[in-house]
């Protein structure tokens, strides 16, 4: 199975286990990962979150609150809450 089977199985198996999010936007995803993300949320109506990894050992890549999370999303976080 390639990485993308087992992405969409894994996922389908979290989902059915009560998996609510999924964190689309991220300082280590390519533009291809966070559409693939992004895709799946909209599949198994998941919340979008995003986050920059800014806690314990930093890594070179990571810059508080980037990438940004567009207001849309925070709304059906707040909603889930």
């Known amino acids: 199975m390639d990485r993308d089977g087992i992405f969409e199985s894994s996922l389908k198996l979290f989902v059915e286990m009560g998996l609510r999010g999924i964190e689309a936007f991220h300082c280590d995803h ?4 966070t559409e693939k993300y992004l895709r799946a949320a909209g599949q198994y ?3 979008i979150t995003g986050g920059s990894d800014f ?3 930093n ?5 508080l609150g980037e990438p940004a999370v567009d207001n ?6 707040l909603e889930l809450l």
């Not at 390519?30 to 990962?33: A, E, G, L, N, P």
């Not at 890594?59 to 810059?63: E, L, P, S, V, W």
């Open 30 to 33: 390519s533009t291809k990962d």
């Open 45 to 47: 109506d998941l919340i």
């Open 72 to 77: 849309k999303y925070y709304h059906g976080l």
């Open 55 to 57: 806690h314990g050992v």
């Open 59 to 63: 890594k070179d890549n990571a810059r």
